[in-house]
């Protein structure tokens, strides 16, 4: 039976590729005013719906009935709109 032939290596130790250069984020790119002004709507939404239910349906603003919890969340969303803009 013939002999196989031999595979040549191409190095004979592994060398790992060179690292590129790692990129610094800068963290202070001035949306300093996302962070307050998101987690203020969230908390203005959540004390909306919250007075709307415990003082049963008279404040915030009585003649608007229900809509009180669609404005509510409405804060609640906008939050969430603001929350996209933070780094």
């Known amino acids: 039976m013939p002999k ?3 595979r040549k290596k191409k190095g ?3 060398t790992p590729p060179e690292k590129g ?6 963290m202070r790119s001035g949306r300093r ?7 203020a709507m969230f908390v ?3 004390a909306w719906i919250v007075v709307y239910y415990v003082t049963q ?5 009585k003649s608007l009935e229900d809509w009180n ?5 409405g804060f609640i969303a906008v939050g969430f709109v ?3 803009q933070w780094k």
Do not use: C, E, H, Y
């Open 4 to 6: 196989s032939r031999v």
């Open 12 to 14: 004979d130790a592994f």
């Open 21 to 26: 250069q790692a990129t610094k984020i800068d």
């Open 33 to 39: 005013w996302v962070a307050p002004l998101m987690l």
């Open 44 to 46: 203005i939404g959540l």
């Open 57 to 61: 349906a008279d404040l915030p603003i």
């Open 69 to 73: 919890i669609v404005i509510g969340f």
């Open 82 to 84: 603001v929350s996209t």
